[in-house]
Nanobody, 122 residues
Framework: QVQLVESGGGLVQAGGSLRLSCAASGSISSIGTMDWYRQAPGKQRELVATITSTGTTNYADSVKGRCTISRDNAKNTVNLQMNSLKPEDTGVYYC????????????????WGQGTQVTVSS
């Protein structure tokens, strides 16, 4: 069974930094595009950053220039380095992908981690 597990969240003051990590476990050969989403209290989940399997990245305007997404295909991990954090960055951050190659089969669907809480104090 494939699982995504996030880590690295916490409480930080405005202007600080955090590095989030997401590790995929299971019999995985490869993973397609991987994303980070976040959900603030009372708001819809929103896309923060995306990285394709070949390393092409894209960012939400709200985090552009402050966040860097990266991945290690050999380890099936994706990271999100967040700098110059603002109180509006507060929320639960989720790792996501919709394509995983496992045991010789490509599986399509929404794979989500359980989320990691990021709280930025002013």
């Amino acid at each position: 069974q494939v699982q995504l597990v996030e880590s690295g969240g916490g409480l930080v003051q405005a202007g600080g930094s955090l590095r989030l990590s997401c590790a995929a476990s299971g019999s995985i050969s490869s993973i397609g595009t991987m994303d980070w989403y976040r959900q603030a209290p009372g708001k819809q989940r929103e896309l923060v950053a995306t990285i394709t399997s070949t390393g092409t990245t894209n960012y939400a305007d709200s985090v552009k220039g402050r966040c860097t997404i990266s991945r290690d295909n050999a380890k099936n991990t994706v990271n999100l380095q967040m700098n110059s954090l603002k109180p509006e960055d507060t929320g639960v951050y989720y790792c996501h992908t919709n394509r995983i190659r496992t045991m010789g089969t490509i599986k399509y669907g929404d794979y989500w981690g359980q989320g990691t809480q990021v709280t930025v104090s002013s």
